[in-house]
Nanobody, 123 residues
Framework: QVQLEESGGGLVQAGGSLRLSCAAS????????AGWFRQSPGLEREFVAA???????KYAVSVEGRFTISRDNAKKMVFLQMNNLKPEDTGVYYC?????????????????WGQGTQVTVSS
């Protein structure tokens, strides 16, 4: 049973930064792809960023240049550094793992999901 736990969300002013963390119990973690998604009230869950087993990354256009996804295989963790946050970045952020090791944009490629962490950006 793979479990994921996100942390690091909170309330921040526009222009500020947050770093989200995701702790995973997957074995072997290094073979999994990982992604971050977010969901705002009334909207569908959307892709934010992903990193594959080799460390290659992919970003949504809306966060390119502001967010950075990374992973620490030894600690079985995935991170999302979010800089220059905007009010439209507000939402619940979810960490997910893909057993195929990819950096997919589609949520249905991911088999395991965390409970989410709230990010609120005030204007």
């Amino acid at each position: 049973q793979v479990q994921l736990e996100e942390s690091g969300g909170g309330l921040v002013q526009a222009g500020g930064s947050l770093r989200l963390s995701c702790a995973a119990s997957a074995r072997p973690f290094k073979d999994y792809g990982a992604g971050w998604f977010r969901q705002s009230p009334g909207l569908e869950r959307e892709f934010v960023a992903a990193i594959d087993w080799s460390g290659d990354t992919k970003y949504a256009v809306s966060v390119e240049g502001r967010f950075t996804i990374s992973r620490d295989n030894a600690k079985k963790m995935v991170f999302l550094q979010m800089n220059n946050l905007k009010p439209e970045d507000t939402g619940v952020y979810y960490c997910a793992l893909d057993p195929a090791g990819s950096r997919a944009r589609l949520s249905n490629r991911y088999s395991y999901w965390g409970q989410g962490t709230q990010v609120t950006v005030s204007s």
